[in-house]
Each structure stands twice: as C-alpha cells, then as structure tokens.
C-alpha cells in the first residue's frame, strides 16, 4: 500500500518511488481508454488509437458504434487482431447504430459492459400488450390482446355419462388468443334442438330450461308393468318409455247384458257366470240363459235370485199367456159341428189335469179331466157340458176352445193356467 501521510519533511526513498510508480501503472491500466467511432461492417468493427498498443486482461476501451451490429460482432483496435464481442453471460451482444458502448478484454473476449442478469426465453407474443420486456434483443412490446368479452359457437361432449357435460368451440371458431381478464364475460353458445320442455320430465329442470308437467317417468319394473292386453281398446298408454295401444275390448259398451261364457252352480250356496275377457263399467251386466228359472219351477215361497217360487209340491202348476187362434171346426155334445176360437200351449213339464182360461176378468173356458169335462163358457154364465175335446190332449201338449160363438176374440190375449 503506498504512503498517504506525507509532510514537507519527509524523505522520498526509491522503494517509495517504486511504490508510485506501479499504482500509476495500475490506475493506467484500469482507465476507460475512449476509442472513438468505429469503422468497418456490422459484423466486424473497426478502430485505430494511438493509446492502446496491446491487448491485456482488465483492458478497458468505449466506442461509439457507427453502424447497428449482425451476428458475431467483433472489434478489431489497431491491427491487434479481431475480438469477439459477448454479453456477461456469453452470449453474442447486440449493439445498436450510434450506441456507446464500454468493453472489458478478459484475455479472450470484450465483454458487453452494463447489461444487466440474465433474459428468459419470452418473447412479443408471450407478453400482454401494451406491457414491455427486455430480451436478447433488446426491449420489445408484448402482443398478447386482453379478451373482455367473446360469443363463441360450440358444441358438448359428455364421455363419462354422467352430470358434468364438456363444452368446446366449434373447429375454425375458437376464441381468440389473448388474455382473459377475471372478470370477462365468454360465452360458448351450443345449440340443441333436443333442448325444449317436451323432452324434459315435468317438475325437473336442465339448463334452464323446465321440463313439461306432461312428461312423467314412465319407468316400471317388468312386474309391474301394463301391457296391450291391460289397455283398454282405442286408449293408448305409455310404458317405459314405449307407447302401447291398448287391446283390452269394452264390453260394456258392446252389450248391456254381455253373454257369459260359461256357468256353474254350488248347491245352496251360489251360481257362476264367466265373463268374456275385458273393461266392465260397473253399471252392465253378465247374463247367462236358464228358460227353466220360472216360479213354477220353484217350490212356492222359496226366493232364488229374487224369483219366488209358486210351485205347490205335489200338484203340478204351470201359468202363462197365449193368443187365440181360429176359427176350428169341433163337434158338439150333440154330435153337431161348430166353428169355435181355441189356444194351442206346448211344452209344459206334465199332463194337466186342469186347464183355466181367462181374459183377467172373466174365466172363458174350463176342462177337468177327473170328471172329463171341458166346457165353454159363454156370456159369462153359458156353460155347455161334454167331453168335446179329449181328443186334443197328448202329453205336455193341449188344444182347447175358448169361444164357440164369439170368433172376435180371435187375435187376442189369453191367459191360461194348468194344474196337473
């Protein structure tokens, strides 16, 4: 270190001369020596100076560059050769047209004085604009736009099936590059023409959009669900999913009293019909045929279905209406012949012993096969007595007169009643 304390009385020694000598060489040596303006191309610049006449480690020198640099620069002082130009990090330094710029020779190089650390690898369009960067380069002004607002046509995909739906741009219609600040407002409009209520369960909702009250789940399990046969015909039902034309007929509307396929009966407890398949309202009936259900068929004062019977035990009976025919020639107690008005009944379940015949009023005619009598009764009172038609009587067959005068009557109602 040299002397700094020197008064008027000291002594310079030659070791202190020596001393301020090499700190004189030294401050030489670490002086900014100014070159001027180069000369030469933008790859190889060039300068001459009567105040550099080496090179060494810690040389110093500034220029000011006439030319804007190319790739690889280098600078070349005096004819002391050609010396890359680098920034601090190695890497070729970029020098502008009329910069002024301060290099250090490091015994291989001149190094780009005050350029700062190291530049990543951004670049204009990884920037957001109207932002700044610094690169290799130099400044530059990033080129990324801000996005604040965007409709954008797209379409869904959902490869999972389940709640969650990806929705994306249509191809040639993305947005725009850019940055999208927090608070924009993008839009993917994806269109859907399936999207309407009418394919949306009522009381549920999809984006939005409600679902019709008229669309209801019609899922079941296969034990539950109705088929064509459990649908009334014309009606129309829908079954998971599927619509079924119903095929169940209404017989109810077909008959009032709808013929029974077939019937059975449990002595002294009750009577079955069997309906033909089908929709019953409630209010028709099932009927199945039983011409012998008569009362007098049934044992008098004994009520089935409703039907009370007449029949005395014992003594045969049997009632019933028929309409006068004629006139019939007969013969007469006499062993004349008369015309007379008569009733043919067939049918009955035995042989009548007696026959009345009447109007309502007025009993018109008799027969008693225990005295073998049949007579006409006329004008009330007229009985004429003999065995006139004995002959007409065979089994459960009769034929008997009910006027021998009055042939009028032909064409009308009578009743009759036998009793065997």
Known sequence: MAKTDWTIKD??????????????????????????????????????????????????????AHIASGSNPTLQINSLGAVPIKKPNGRVAKL???????????????????EGGEYGTATAADVLAPKTIGTENGIVTGTIPRIDRAIKFGSWKNPSGGKVVNAYTNQGDGFPAGYID????????????????????????????????????????????????????????FVNGAAIAGTMPNRSAENNHMPGLAKDVFPGDRYFIQPPHGYYNGQTWVAAAEPNLTANNIRAGV?????????????????????????????????????????????????????????????????????????????????????????VFSGTYFTIPVSSKNTAIIGSTVYWEVYG
């Open 11 to 64: 002594s310079v020694l030659p070791k202190d001369m020596n001393q301020i000598g090499q700190e004189i060489n030294d401050l030489g040596m670490s002086a900014t020596v100014w070159l001027g303006t180069t000369e030469g191309s933008s790859a190889a610049y060039t300068v001459t100076s009567s105040k550099v006449s080496s090179l060494f480690e810690g040389l110093r020198v500034s220029f000011r």
């Open 96 to 114: 502008d047209a009329n910069g002024v710029y301060t290099l250090v020779f490091d015994g291989t190089a001149f190094i780009l004085q005050g």
């Open 182 to 237: 927090p608070n924009s407002e993008l839009t993917i409009e994806i269109f859907d023409n399936n999207l309407v209520p009418g394919n949306i369960r009522g009381g549920t909702t999809v984006l939005g959009v409600q679902g019709d009250t008229r669309v209801v789940d019609t899922w079941t399990t296969s034990a539950e669900a109705a088929t064509a046969a459990d649908i009334l015909t014309t009606k129309k039902a």
């Open 303 to 391: 009520s089935v279905g409703g039907l009370v019977g007449t029949l005395v035990e014992g003594k045969p009976f049997a009632s019933g209406s028929a309409i006068v025919k004629g006139p019939m020639e007969i013969g007469t107690e006499l062993g004349g012949r008369q015309n007379t008005a008569y009733i043919e009944v067939n049918g009955l379940a035995f042989v009548p012993k007696r026959i009345v015949v009447h109007n309502g009023a007025y009993v018109s005619a008799i027969h008693v096969a225990e005295i073998g009598i049949t007579g006409i009764i006329q004008n009330h009172w007229n009985l004429l007595y003999g065995n006139y038609f004995a002959q």
